[in-house]
Nanobody
Framework: QVQLVESGGGLVQTGGSLRLSCAAS????????MGWFRQAPGKGRERVAT????????YYADFVKGRFTISRDNAKNMVYLQMNGLKPEDTAVYYC????????????WGQGTQVTVSS
């Protein structure tokens, strides 16, 4: 059974930092793109950042560029999202997801972790 389990969310003040973690299990994720998405109340889901298996290619949404960093440890089946300079508009549920590099749709999703940034 494939599982993606996020952790590391919480309440932080504006300008603060959090590090989200995603533990993947149940299969090998070799050749999978891992991504972080978020969804704020009343809004649609947004793609935040993605990283390829090798880590050689990353993507960041414009609204997090320069503030967030995605990374992965394939030996541990972990994906991370370091979030610095947090803003109230970053408040959302953050989800980890995985897809085969040959696919456009994500195959697996975590249950999400809440990030709340107070002003």
């Amino acid at each position: 059974q494939v599982q993606l389990v996020e952790s590391g969310g919480g309440l932080v003040q504006t300008g603060g930092s959090l590090r989200l973690s995603c533990a993947a299990s149940g299969r090998t994720f070799r050749g999978y793109v891992m991504g972080w998405f978020r969804q704020a109340p009343g809004k649609g889901r947004e793609r935040v950042a993605t990283i390829t298996w090798s880590g050689g290619t990353t993507y960041y949404a414009d609204f997090v560029k320069g503030r967030f960093t995605i990374s992965r440890d394939n030996a541990k089946n972990m994906v991370y999202l370091q979030m610095n300079g947090l803003k109230p508009e970053d408040t959302a549920v953050y989800y980890c997801a995985a897809r085969r590099e040959s696919n456009s749709d994500y195959d697996y999703w975590g249950q999400g972790t809440q990030v709340t940034v107070s002003s």
